[in-house]
């Protein structure tokens, strides 16, 4: 079982930065990959980034990659999305999820993680 927290959302110019985190309990963090999913007003939630269980591979949405990183920190059970030159169409609460598995390649698909966090919201104001 884990437990996520997400925090750090806020409010941003177009052209900022952002990073937010997921704390995660449990002593098998290091046994899960990571993934930050987002969900803008009136839209499905969709897939950002991903990152397996050691860090080692990352994966992300075309519309995110060069501005966005994915990255975890083991030892603070803890993963974090650094965003960069944000854009409006980056607007939407943002959720981190764990998937138990120790593949090297991380999922992105919504239906392949186990936990889900309850969201941070992030805007960015043009």
């Known amino acids: 079982q884990v437990q996520l927290v997400e925090s750090g959302g806020g409010l941003v110019q177009a052209g900022g930065s952002l990073r937010v985190s997921c704390a995660a309990s449990g002593r098998a963090f290091s046994t899960y990959a990571m993934g930050w999913f987002r969900q803008a007003p009136g839209k499905e939630r969709d897939f950002v980034a991903g990152i397996n269980w050691s860090g080692s591979s990352t994966y992300y949405a075309d519309s995110v990659k060069g501005r966005f990183t994915i990255s975890r920190d083991n030892a603070k059970n803890t993963v974090y999305l650094q965003m960069n030159s944000l854009e409006p169409e980056d607007t939407a609460v943002y959720y981190c999820?764990?998937?138990?598995?120790?593949?090297?390649?991380?999922?992105?698909?919504?239906?392949?993680?186990?936990?889900w966090g309850q969201g941070t919201q992030v805007t960015v104001s043009s």
């Open positions: 999820a764990a998937q138990n598995s120790r593949k090297y390649y991380p999922p992105s698909e919504s239906p392949d993680y186990d936990y």
